[in-house]
């Protein structure tokens, strides 16, 4: 079993910036390619970002491209993700996830290709 602890959350304005942390246990982090999703109050989960084993490729949702980057620290098994000029749109619950093996830019949205899923960590935007 691999665990996945979600840190960072909080409420920030719009136009703010905030980073959020998953912290990766159990499992050797390098074996997995991770994703973002979210889900805001009413709203089905969504694909936020998503990155490969290596970190060298990186996916993102069309409206966070540009303004979100996903990153990953493979020797500290961090996971991160940074989001710039946050929108009230962007508030919801965030949550990592972990796929084993190596995602393409179709599997890397799909909720199901994902075996372990963080608690979700909340951010709030006030505008």
């Known amino acids: 079993q691999m665990q996945l602890v979600e840190s960072g959350g909080g409420l920030v304005q719009a136009g703010d910036s905030l980073r959020i942390s998953c912290a990766a246990s159990?499992?050797?982090?390098?074996?997995?390619?991770m994703g973002w999703f979210r889900r805001a109050p009413g709203k089905e989960r969504e694909f936020v970002a998503g990155?490969?084993?290596?970190?060298?490729?990186?996916y993102y949702e069309d409206s966070m491209k540009g303004r979100f980057t996903i990153s990953r620290d493979n020797a500290k098994n961090i996971l991160f993700l940074e989001m710039n000029s946050l929108k009230p749109e962007d508030a919801a619950v965030y949550y990592c996830?972990?796929?084993?093996?190596?995602?393409?830019?179709?599997?890397?949205?799909?909720?199901?290709?994902?075996?372990?899923w963080g608690q979700g960590t909340q951010v709030t935007v006030s505008s």
């Open positions: 996830a972990a796929a084993s093996g190596q995602t393409s830019a179709s599997t890397s949205r799909q909720i199901s290709r994902y075996q372990y």
């Open positions: 159990g499992r050797p982090f390098s074996d997995y390619s």
């Open positions: 990155i490969t084993w290596s970190g060298g490729t990186t």
